[in-house]
């Protein structure tokens, strides 16, 4: 078992209270199990995003399906980039938009670098790159 440090937070009333109500939101029972996991996220997103520190993620595109050849450019880059893509997952929101969840792994750079190209693609309309690693414990 890991050992335990106390601290003390200096919040103003307002900021305090905004993030009690919104960690109450999320389902904390606590604000100590909160404030681990901004931690937590604050160190891994300090982490990965730099050289070729493996990295997971999903890519998320949002786009017009009607747009010219713009689905089988899209899968075209996931085959050319297969190393990284490990699985894609193709949703039909209404009669013309689609979301395309694509997830990845792999070194950092290289994951940025596909995600880059994916959400700059002409006709994507909305693209995301969420990244973690599994190197950050506790």
């Known amino acids: 078992m890991h050992h335990l440090s106390r601290f003390g937070v200096s919040l103003e009333d307002d900021l305090l209270d905004a ?4 960690i109450e939101g999320l389902g904390y029972e606590n604000r100590s ?6 931690i937590r996220d604050h160190l891994i997103q300090k982490k990965v995003g730099k050289g070729n520190e493996e990295v997971v ?7 017009d399906h009607r747009t ?3 689905s089988d ?8 980039a ?9 949703i039909h929101l209404d009669a013309h938009n689609c ?3 694509i997830v990845v792994r792999g070194g950092a750079d290289k994951v940025h670098e596909v995600a880059g190209k ?10 995301r790159l969420i990244t973690t690693t599994t190197e950050i414990k506790n």
């Open 19 to 22: 993030f009690d109500k919104s």
């Open 68 to 70: 010219h050849h713009l």
């Open 118 to 127: 994916l959400i700059a693609t002409k006709g994507v309309q909305n693209g």
């Open 99 to 101: 979301l395309e969840v």
């Open 57 to 63: 993620g999903v890519i998320s595109l949002l786009y």
């Open 73 to 80: 450019v899209l899968a075209d880059m996931q085959h050319k």
């Open 33 to 38: 199990e909160a404030i681990r996991d901004l």
């Open 82 to 90: 297969s190393v990284i893509v490990n699985a894609s997952l193709h």
